[in-house]
């Protein structure tokens, strides 16, 4: 009996290990080999004294001209609330003033909801 169980163990036991050093798709893509004739030279950046400022330095530039153009948005804004479509009450909210059509005309406006 333990005869007869010896090749299928060795059978089983070959691929098994077989299996395992087979190479994955995933292994291929790791493993990229670099040229070794390439020398790789990390240079050193200068520290400059005020370095610990740099980034609040520009943090506040930044926050600047952000104020900037926030303003600029903000009176361009203010001039175009005073054209007459939002100033003016009898625009209704409309680009153009609404018709005023005699009593059995009228019809309910899509865009205010109001008969005019």
Same mark, same amino acid.
């Given at each position: 009996?333990?005869?007869?169980?010896?090749?299928?163990?060795?059978?089983?036991?070959?691929?098994?290990?077989?299996?395992?050093?087979a190479q994955?798709?995933? #292994?291929?893509?790791? $493993?990229?080999? +670099?040229?070794?004739?390439?020398?790789?030279? !990390? /240079? *050193?950046? &200068?520290?400059? %004294?005020?370095?610990?400022?740099?980034?609040? #330095?520009?943090?506040? $530039?930044?926050? +600047?001209?952000?104020?900037?153009?926030?303003? !600029? /948005? *903000?009176? &361009?804004?203010? %001039?175009?609330?005073?054209?007459?479509?939002?100033?003016?009450?009898?625009?209704?909210?409309?680009?153009?003033?609404?018709?005023?059509?005699?009593?059995?005309?009228?019809?309910?406006?899509?865009?205010?909801?109001?008969?005019?």
């Open positions: 009996m333990i005869l007869k169980s010896i090749p299928i163990l060795f059978i089983f036991c070959f691929f098994v290990f077989t299996d395992a050093l994955t798709t995933r #292994d291929s893509d790791t $493993k990229q080999e +670099e040229p070794s004739n390439i020398k790789t030279v !990390k /240079k *050193k950046k &200068k520290v400059n %004294k005020n370095s610990y400022r740099y980034k609040m #330095d520009n943090a506040i $530039k930044e926050y +600047e001209e952000l104020q900037k153009t926030n303003a !600029k /948005k *903000k009176s &361009k804004m203010q %001039k175009d609330m005073q054209k007459p479509q939002y100033s003016d009450p009898t625009y209704f909210g409309h680009k153009k003033k609404p018709k005023k059509r005699p009593l059995n005309k009228r019809k309910m406006c899509k865009e205010c909801g109001i008969v005019h």
